[in-house]
């Protein structure tokens, strides 16, 4: 899905913006200083697309600073005449110029979401007594090692890090299984099942309130694609966005 407020230039955006939308990645397109406002921290899209021909160079600095602060990545819109004059040290993960070619632009978007995903690595994640080691791939439980097939793993470290995010079955499948996976969203279920046997602890729980999976840290997914009202966190619920 991208998301935008009606645009009177949005018009030559339509097939790139169908194009993503195929391949399942959520974008927050960005031509003036209104969209901003569709940032929310609680359910953040997989990247954003800042077009800088249409923003003042300060709105475009205070955009990229508060996408780095909830670590989204940003690419920029750039016209031609602005190619020779584009600041490298803006922050972006990646240029395209615009109006970008269809194929370019996703080939672009997808690169820039793998190498965001592969970006520091080396940092322990902890959610209570859960500790999750990228370096070595280790996942350790009240100082248990927890043995996890590497899928499990990769699912368990994408909800450590983004605590109160609501995902969808579809979202996972694509972040975890790669956009050109075939299989069904049925794999996301077995995943979360075999992960909510090995990790479901009375401090870490994963459980189902509202039609989604949700644990003590706030890490939420959505088991359909209507958005949840609560999230179960620490054993109580709270209305809204995990605090």
Not at 9 to 28: Q, T, Y
Not at 77 to 101: A, C, H, N, T
Not at 146 to 153: A, M, S
Not at 224 to 229: C, I, L
Request: with cysteine; aromatic share 6%.
């Amino acid at each position: 899905m991208v998301r935008s407020r009606p645009f009177e230039n949005s018009a030559p955006h339509s097939e790139w913006r169908d194009a993503l939308d195929e391949e399942g990645i959520d974008v927050l397109l960005v031509e003036r200083a209104a969209d901003m406002d569709a940032l929310d921290a609680s359910e953040l899209p997989h990247i954003a697309l800042l077009n800088l021909s249409t923003l003042s160079i300060t709105a475009v600095k205070a955009f990229i600073e508060r996408c780095d602060s909830l670590k989204l990545p940003v690419i920029a819109l750039v016209s031609p005449d602005m190619l020779l004059d584009f600041d490298l040290r803006l922050g972006v993960s990646d240029f395209v110029v615009s109006p970008p070619d269809t194929d370019e632009i996703v080939t672009r978007v997808k690169l820039t979401l793998h190498r965001n995903r592969h970006e520091d690595g080396d940092e322990v994640i902890r959610a209570g007594s859960l500790v999750i080691n990228p370096s070595t791939y280790e996942v350790s439980l009240r100082g248990k090692r927890v043995n996890l097939r590497f899928k499990e793993y990769e699912l368990l470290r994408l909800l450590a890090t983004n605590p109160g995010r609501v995902y969808s079955r579809e979202a996972l499948l694509s972040s975890i299984w790669g956009y050109d996976y075939f299989g069904g969203t049925r794999t996301v279920d077995v995943h979360i099942r075999r992960l909510r046997s090995k990790i479901e602890t009375r401090s870490i729980r994963i459980s189902r309130q509202s039609g989604m999976w949700a644990t003590a840290s706030g890490i939420s997914v959505n088991r359909d694609n209507r958005t949840p009202t609560s999230i179960c966190r620490m054993g109580r619920i709270v209305r809204g966005v995990a605090s």
